[in-house]
């Protein structure tokens, strides 16, 4: 069964969808264990991090560049 795109995943997750943001979460464990080990941060802290972004994703915008640059900031 092929999986669905991540951007139908962000649509649904922001409709409501509990199960379309678990997948986007499993599908982001790779980078959520490796930043959680690289910036000494607690992996359930990004997977919050990554539910709220998700559900404030604007597509069609500079959002990624600006949610990534406020990240980073709050890592410092």
């Known amino acids: 069964m092929k999986q669905p795109k ?3 995943l962000t649509h649904r997750a922001q409709n409501g969808d509990q199960d379309a943001i ?3 979460i499993q599908r982001l464990m790779p980078l959520i264990k490796k930043y ?3 910036n000494e941060d607690d992996e359930v802290e990004l997977m919050l991090w ?3 972004a ?3 994703y604007k597509p069609n915008t500079t959002w990624g560049r600006d949610e990534l640059r406020r990240w980073q900031e709050r890592s410092r």
């Open 36 to 38: 959680s080990h690289h």
């Open 50 to 52: 990554v539910t709220q």
């Open 6 to 8: 991540l951007r139908q």
């Open 22 to 24: 678990v997948q986007i």
């Open 54 to 56: 998700v559900r404030r």
